[in-house]
């Protein structure tokens, strides 16, 4: 098993920042891919971004240029720095970690809110 804890969130103006955290601990050397998901009121659950156990990004087109995934091994964490926030990214942001064998595991969530 895995358990994952983001911390972060909270209310930013349009364009402000935010850099969300995600501590993993348990079985954490069967995962491989880290990264964050989010789900907006009222619309499915979707990728944001996420890396690999050998460092390799994928990005949502709505976030490119914007949004850096990043993860420090020594320390079990994966973060998102947030840049030029705007009200669209208001949404429960969720930290995920897919092991080898790809099962999945989620953290509880936490929320963004980009509003003036």
């Known amino acids: 098993q895995v358990q994952l804890v983001e911390s972060g969130g909270g209310l930013v103006q349009p364009g402000g920042s935010l850099r969300l955290s995600c501590v993993l601990s348990g079985n954490i050397f069967s995962i491989n891919t880290m990264g964050w998901h989010r789900q907006a009121e009222g619309k499915q659950r979707e990728l944001v971004a996420s890396i690999t156990s050998n460092g390799r990004t994928n990005y949502a087109d709505s976030v490119k240029g914007r949004f850096t995934i990043s993860r420090d091994n020594a320390k079990n964490t994966v973060s998102l720095q947030m840049n030029s926030l705007k009200p669209e990214d208001t949404a429960v942001y969720y930290c995920?970690?897919?092991?080898?064998?790809?099962?999945?595991?989620w953290g509880k969530g936490t929320l963004v809110t980009v509003s003036s």
């Open positions: 995920y970690a897919r092991s080898f064998n790809l099962k999945d595991y």
